[in-house]
């Protein structure tokens, strides 16, 4: 916070011109936790008032309410950058992606996940694989629709080539997969994740207004390490033709 020095000034300034009118301040939980141990409550503030958190529900809710009251019918559409008829399909995805997710969170560009997680074991063979698969010419595939993830959004992908590759991949490291990847594979690009259901549902109505389907160019295959939060590029195996 770097002191109360000037929080001090504040309350000062606040006490000289509290004859006629009213000072309410608002701290969040940490910032009053803070000043309480620093100043105690009562000896600054006349009164006290704790707020209980809101639930999603609620604030869903009043939303609604605020809405009906204004006789207004929102629109998300504006949220939602068209999906140009001859733009690139990845560049799109990528736009979709750093617009609707999580900032914190978005440390990759837009990409199909074939597996969750290979133990580090299998490293030095998934190398030799991947670059194997990769002599091949690129695989075709299309951006075919929405799909609901429940607390974010997916554009669905279609390959019957990128699913032959994966089946490869899943049949020789099969000992090693784990639940998640042994549960089949279902080709998406996730473009926003960890919101409310309501703002998903939102935001996939929104697009699914003008979507088309389109060819999706598949450039090559990923290895990366999660490290906690960011990823590490452990390697990238361009397809056959593909520069």
């Not at 809405?67 to 990528?94: C, I, M, Q, T, W």
């Not at 080539?161 to 020789?172: C, G, K, T, V």
């Not at 697009?207 to 490290?227: C, T």
Request: glycine residues 8%; contains cysteine.
């Amino acid at each position: 916070m770097g002191g109360l020095a000037e929080f001090d000034h504040v309350l000062s300034t606040f006490r000289r011109y509290s004859r006629r009118c009213t000072w309410i301040l608002a701290f969040d939980l940490a910032m009053w936790r803070f000043v309480e141990r620093a100043r105690g409550a009562q000896p600054l503030f006349d009164r006290v008032i704790r707020l209980n958190s809101w639930s999603e529900d609620a604030i869903v809710r009043l939303i609604h309410l605020r809405n009906e009251d204004a006789g207004v019918e929102p629109d998300f559409s504006g949220l939602a950058p068209e999906l140009r008829e001859k733009a690139d399909a990845h560049e799109l995805l990528d736009g979709l992606r750093r617009t609707h997710f999580p900032p914190e969170r978005n440390q990759l560009p837009a990409h199909l996940t074939m597996f969750h997680a290979l133990p580090p074991s299998a490293e030095h063979e998934l190398r030799g694989r991947l670059a194997e698969l990769a002599r091949q010419r690129a695989p075709k595939a299309s951006v075919e629709g929405l799909m609901d993830l429940g607390g974010g959004v997916a554009f669905r992908i279609v390959s019957p080539e990128l699913d032959w590759i994966r089946n490869q991949l899943a049949e020789a490291f099969h000992g090693s997969l784990s639940a998640q990847d042994s549960g089949g594979w279902r080709p998406h690009v996730t473009i926003q994740n960890k919101v409310p259901p309501k703002v998903a549902r939102a935001l996939k109505d929104s697009l699914e207004r003008n979507f088309r389907p389109r060819p999706l160019a598949i450039h090559g295959l990923g290895l990366h390490r999660y490290l906690g939060g960011p990823w590490e590029t452990l390697g990238v195996y361009s397809f056959r033709g593909v520069r």
